[in-house]
């Protein structure tokens, strides 16, 4: 499966953003789908995953109530719903998907085995 994200730019703190992420090859029956973010200079982070077929985790504390993810299976796509955002936020962010992923490690990057190229997010202050 191939994995084409979308939807970043720059906006201010406070403002929300909707990331899509759509599958090319296949669909996403079947597979866990994670968003991830990489800041310069640091690791990439888990952000939010659902392991299929409905399993559903968040990562840091600072992401809970702010961050969503959401599956469209008709469009083959799936969203990361992003609300008041920070400067801290500021990262590309990343779809990967894993035919295989126990929940316990969902939140792990070496997990997945498809990435899509990523969309550059920036929020100023």
């Known amino acids: 499966v191939q994995l084409q994200a979308s939807g970043g730019g720059l906006v201010q703190a406070g403002d929300s953003l909707r990331l899509s992420c759509v599958a090319s090859?296949?669909?996403?029956?079947?597979?866990?789908v994670g968003w991830f973010r990489q800041a310069p200079g640091k690791e990439r982070e888990f952000v939010v995953g659902?392991?299929?077929?409905?399993?559903?985790?968040t990562g840091g504390d600072s992401l809970k109530g702010r961050f969503a993810m959401s599956r469209d299976m008709a469009k083959n796509t799936v969203y990361l719903q992003m609300n008041s955002l920070k400067p801290e936020d500021t990262a590309v962010y990343y779809c990967?998907?894993?035919?295989?992923?126990?929940?316990?490690?969902?939140?792990?990057?070496?997990?997945?085995?498809?990435w899509g190229q990523g969309t550059q997010v920036t929020v100023s202050s």
């Open positions: 659902i392991r299929w077929p409905g399993s559903s985790a």
């Open positions: 990967a998907a894993a035919s295989r992923v126990i929940y316990s490690m969902i939140g792990v990057p070496s997990s997945y085995e498809h």
């Open positions: 090859g296949s669909t996403f029956r079947g597979y866990s």
